[in-house]
């Protein structure tokens, strides 16, 4: 079981912004304002921007959808406040590491 886990978050990490993209199609309102949900997809997130130098496609380096879902989530669908400052962290750790990225490699 290890290895394919291993497997899966190699790929998320190549994904980036696919990440989200994803996410949305996958989940429906009702299901981003359950809270369990929301923690689900947070380390998804997380995951998609865990190594942005690996990311395939350059536009996925840039996360506008995913920083849309995110405000989205924490405005629209998550009344605990917990849960919005996981969001917000969340936010600011994938902010950080696509900053992190060079001019060549974006």
Avoid: W
Avoid at 17 to 25: F, G, N, P, T, V
Avoid at 49 to 54: A, M, N, T
Wanted: proline share 5%; glycine share 4%; hydrophobic share 40%.
């Amino acid at each position: 079981m290890g290895a394919r886990v291993s497997h899966v978050e190699k790929n998320i990490a190549r994904c980036g912004d696919r990440a989200s993209i994803a996410l949305i199609k996958i989940y429906s309102d009702a299901d981003l304002s359950n809270p369990a949900t929301v923690q689900q997809i947070l380390p998804i997130i997380r995951g998609a921007f865990s190594q942005p130098q690996f990311i395939t496609t350059e536009a996925d380096k840039q996360p506008n959808v995913t920083i849309l879902l995110l405000n989205y989530l924490r405005q629209k669908m998550v009344s605990d406040p917990k849960l919005q400052e996981e969001i917000v962290q969340t936010k600011e750790f994938v902010n950080k590491a696509v900053s992190g990225l060079s001019k060549e490699q974006k």
